[in-house]
């Protein structure tokens, strides 16, 4: 007998349905799996074989093929065990022929017949529902991140005898055995956003006005943002805080972290969707791979990890300077292309680049009473951060140790609810300046078009003329000076940029001559 029991599997952040298809025949007993497969899809052979076994069904002996259809993609994971046992059971005739027709199937199972959690449930349902799929069952664990998909029935089951019991009654008897799952997301993104507002907050940082504002600009045209300064200095503390002034997500960016955290396997048990901005901190030992993503079977990376959100590098010189070049074309582009032997992917790397570094090796330059550094020390140490990732840049501002009083006085800081509030006015400027394009933000601007959204009077271009030749800019760092400066505008509320506005953006720019270059 034979059968077809559709499933899905993943290319990057992206799903595509894959056929399951099983033929039982007659000859010697054998278990044969076709079809571009991975060592861990191989070995759903002994895991469907043994959960059939343990819960009492076993297979008569017989010449048993499966064949994963589109063949000519490699098939990675465990969640092909579910669609395999069903194809068996449907071929055998355990469950009456046709009658998983239209229904996708995902999950691992485990010897004694239960069903496990999988990853990247919310991109195959997707998937599933853009292909007119109407039916979907996957892990208890997962059910309700394949719910908040719309257009398609999420049915969670537990045990693989659950499923056989869905499969065996008429249709009409079907809701009562395996319910199908709801999630409300408006509601849900409301009492997330409840919960947000009680965690960390700006008023809790003391002085630091000009790094702050530094963060709200960066925060209002997503630039990326580096913090110099002592320790102790409130580095660590601003850049936490930063997600808490951006706005929240909508539910389109939701999902699309929502499918990155799920194809990386981090999900949690239970969650439905991602609705905090992320805000991702690798320790200054990460290897390139896992800032970037890749290795041999490639997953996403921390800066894909961190679309939508917050990628904050601590002690940046610490970082081996590879892995921080790395980050030239992502930071670019937006997105970064892993290229294997076994095809290529891309993932998602829409972040906010955050950094804090020492500015010495004992971080207490340059306080002569404290740093007992060479300049020859210094230069070599600022200078592991290289010049191309310098010049992306957007706002460089120094901290300096908070005194006494303004430590011991707590009063007149600003709550991130508050800055939240500039922020969204300001973004809501650049959502309807580009409207009908594929820009965001001011820091997508490309330098093709930053004439059209930059647009500077004879004072202003004087002004930038100056600064061009004094400071020594790039075209790179010009055309990033504009975008600040636009930023600023849309912060107090300007239609044009003024000569005020392209200064304080060049204040923010880092020196080259500072760190050797």
């Known amino acids: ?24 025949s007659r000859g010697l007993p054998a278990f044969y799996m076709v079809g571009s497969l991975s060592m861990e899809v191989r070995e759903s052979r002994e895991r469907v074989t043994v959960a059939l076994k343990n819960v009492g069904l076993d297979i008569p002996p017989s010449r048993v093929t499966v064949n994963l259809s589109p063949a000519d993609r490699r098939k990675e994971g465990t969640a092909f065990d579910l669609p395999i046992a069903v194809g068996i059971l449907e071929a055998s005739c355990i469950i009456p022929q046709g009658s998983a027709e239209g229904v996708l199937f995902l999950g691992e199972l485990g010897l004694n017949g239960e069903l496990k959690s999988a990853r990247g449930v919310l991109p195959v349902v997707q998937e599933a ?56 997301t408006k509601q849900f993104f409301e009492s997330e956003r409840n919960m947000n507002g009680e965690k960390t907050n700006f008023c809790e940082v003391t002085g630091q006005d000009m790094a702050r504002r530094a963060a709200e600009i960066a925060a209002a045209g997503f ?49 439905a969707l991602v609705t905090e901005r992320p805000f991702r901190s690798p320790h200054h030992t990460i290897s390139q791979p896992a800032l970037i993503g890749g290795n041999a079977v490639p997953r996403p990376g921390m800066i894909s990890l961190a679309h939508r959100g917050v990628l904050f590098l601590d002690e940046l010189p610490e970082f081996q300077r590879t892995v921080l070049d790395a980050l030239r074309q992502p930071i670019e582009d937006r997105r970064v292309n892993i290229a294997r032997a076994g095809g290529n992917v891309t993932y998602p790397s829409d972040f906010m680049l955050v950094c804090a570094m020492n500015p010495c090796p004992c971080g207490y330059y340059p306080d002569r009473n404290r740093c007992h550094c060479t300049e020859a020390q210094v230069r070599r140490y600022m ?40 922020v969204s006015k300001a973004r809501q400027r650049q959502k309807e300046r580009f409207a009908g394009t594929n820009y965001r933000f001011n820091g997508d601007i490309e330098a093709s078009v930053i004439e059209k959204y930059c647009d500077l009077g004879m004072e202003e271009q004087h002004c ?9 800019l790039s075209a790179r760092a010009y055309h990033r000076i504009l975008r600040v400066a636009r930023t600023i505008a ?12 392209i200064m304080e953006a060049s204040f923010y720019r880092p020196s080259l001559e500072y760190w050797g270059y």
């Open 490 to 501: 849309d912060l107090e509320e300007a239609e044009q940029i003024n000569t005020e506005h």
């Open 1 to 24: 007998m034979f059968s077809t029991i559709f499933s899905g599997a993943l290319l990057g952040v992206r799903a595509y349905l894959v056929s399951v298809e099983v033929d039982i």
């Open 464 to 472: 930038m003329e100056q600064l061009y030749h004094s400071l020594q």
């Open 129 to 184: 529902a853009a292909s007119g799929i109407k039916e979907c069952i996957v892990p208890k664990a997962n059910e309700r991140e394949g719910a908040v998909i719309p257009g398609v029935t999420v049915r969670g089951a537990s045990h693989i005898l659950e499923i056989i019991h869905f499969l065996r009654a008429e249709k009409n008897e079907r809701e009562a055995i395996l319910q199908a799952v709801w999630v409300d």
């Open 383 to 422: 200078g592991r951060v290289s010049g191309p990732i310098l010049d992306r840049i957007d706002l460089c501002v120094e901290l300096q140790p908070v005194d006494f009083f303004s430590l011991r006085e707590k009063t007149g800081s600003e709550s991130s609810e508050e800055i939240r509030k500039r």
């Open 223 to 271: 630039h990326n943002l580096l913090m110099v300064g002592p320790p102790g200095a409130g580095k660590s503390m601003i850049a936490k805080r930063i997600p808490g002034i951006l706005p929240a997500l909508t539910l389109e960016e939701s999902l699309e972290v929502t499918s990155i955290v799920s194809v990386a396997g981090l999900m949690e048990e239970g969650e």
